[in-house]
């Protein structure tokens, strides 16, 4: 019987350094290129569609001719109105649930590489729940100190002040073990739920009304300088993600032999957590508290092209933002001409189709494994 050659030790093999290890089924080129492309095909679908689908109606040529018009090739201008309504109101919103939806996306698959968890979302080490510490205080406080964009600014500083804060806290001899990471998150998550409770009930009826419209999760406030304060962050999470790819792989193997074969996991764990810290906290501070996202698209995404992170950390953020401009068209198209709110949605079709998945999992497979 012949030994697999990713398994023969170092000795076996007569060398001093041992065999090279992969760390996982190799996937397939042809399958994750047809993946890249249908993602991103839809999502240049689903973001056209959602720049023309409204109360008032602009049709896709139209839209296509304003924005080749608008870029200097060729197209024409629309009507005063049409413009206004294109370039003021749903192309913002377009471009901001792009951006978001691709932060949470790729936050996610960063989160379960990180911690080795399918569970894992980012939410665990409380960056949305410290953001919704800063925003619903700013409102609570009626705080003004920046503007209209005070609970942003609040949202975003308090979401990354609480992921330092579960990171140092689970921190002991110069290492951080996932186990204590997960547990600092629970009970700090768990704390900051409670601040944020207090706050409501501080509120006044005004303040509630616009904590809740916080909390639910909406996009209905975009505008352009939105976009440019979110465009920084995601731009520098989304290119740094992918560079950490090959070694979230290798970390799929156990701590120990990762570290066997080069990898800083200390160092990994910390860039990863900053990077998801500051894709989260900027996301959530603009459109508010929107879950199962960064944790169901991973899991799709998994399924379909297997395990290996250099397709699933930018696979992630194109399925991300495809699904939330979906979703975001769907929230101010289904009900109108009211409008439901973003994170309502998002779990209530998210929750039904993650318990599917669970069930789905554990009946073929007898466990996540």
């Known amino acids: 019987m012949t030994a697999d050659p990713?398994?023969?030790?170092?000795?076996?093999?007569?060398?001093?350094?041992?065999?090279?290890?992969?760390?996982?089924?190799?996937?397939?080129?042809?399958?994750?290129?047809?993946?890249?492309?249908?993602?991103?095909?839809a999502l240049a679908l689903a973001a056209l569609l959602s720049a023309g689908i409204g109360a008032y109606g602009i049709p896709l040529g139209d839209v296509l001719a304003s924005v080749a018009h608008r870029a200097g090739a060729g197209g024409h201008p629309l009507d005063r109105v049409a413009e206004s309504v294109l370039w003021n109101v749903r192309l913002p919103r377009t471009v901001l649930a792009l951006l978001v939806g691709a932060s949470l996306g790729c936050a996610g698959a960063l989160m379960q590489g990180v911690f080795g968890n399918p569970l894992a979302e980012?939410?665990?080490?409380?960056?949305?729940?410290?953001?919704?510490?800063?925003?619903?205080?700013?409102?609570?406080?009626?705080?003004?100190?920046?503007?209209?964009?005070?609970?942003?600014?609040?949202?975003?500083?308090?979401?990354?002040?609480?992921?330092t804060l579960v990171y140092l806290l689970s921190r002991a001899e110069g290492r951080t073990e996932v186990v204590t990471l997960i547990l600092t998150g629970i009970a700090v998550n768990a704390f900051a739920?409670?601040?944020?409770?207090?706050?409501?009930?501080?509120?006044?009826?005004a303040q509630l009304t616009q904590i809740a419209?916080?909390?639910?999760?909406?996009?209905?406030?975009?505008?352009?300088?939105k976009v440019l304060a979110v465009l920084p962050c995601a731009l520098a999470g989304l290119l740094l993600a992918p560079l950490s790819a090959r070694r979230l792989d290798l970390l799929a193997l156990?701590?120990?032999?990762?570290?066997?074969?080069?990898?800083?996991?200390?160092?990994?764990?910390?860039?990863l957590i900053l990077v998801v810290a500051l894709l989260t906290a900027a996301a959530v501070a603009v459109a508010g508290i929107v879950g199962f996202v960064g944790l169901l698209v991973p899991h799709l995404l998994r399924m379909a092209a297997g395990p290996g992170h250099r397709f699933l950390v930018p696979g992630s953020a194109l399925g991300g933002a495809l699904v939330l401009v979906a979703a975001?068209?769907?929230?101010?198209?289904?009900?109108e001409p009211a409008e439901?709110?973003?994170?309502?949605?998002?779990?209530?079709?998210?929750?039904?189709?993650f318990f599917w998945l669970l069930r789905r999992t554990r009946r073929g497979q007898g466990g996540w494994a």
């Open 6 to 41: 990713a398994t023969v030790t170092a000795d076996e093999r007569g060398t001093g350094t041992p065999a090279p290890a992969e760390p996982g089924p190799r996937q397939r080129p042809a399958r994750t290129a047809l993946l890249t492309t249908v993602l991103t095909a």
């Open 122 to 163: 980012p939410g665990v080490i409380g960056v949305s729940s410290g953001a919704a510490v800063g925003a619903v205080a700013s409102i609570a406080l009626g705080l003004t100190f920046a503007g209209t964009w005070t609970v942003t600014v609040c949202a975003f500083v308090t979401g990354l002040v609480t992921v």
């Open 193 to 205: 739920g409670a601040l944020t409770g207090l706050f409501v009930f501080l509120a006044d009826d």
């Open 213 to 225: 419209f916080w909390q639910l999760g909406s996009l209905s406030q975009a505008t352009w300088p």
């Open 254 to 271: 156990g701590e120990r032999a990762a570290r066997h074969l080069g990898v800083d996991v200390e160092r990994l764990r910390v860039v």
């Open 328 to 335: 975001d068209l769907a929230a101010r198209t289904l009900a």
């Open 340 to 353: 439901l709110p973003l994170g309502v949605l998002t779990a209530l079709l998210g929750s039904p189709f």
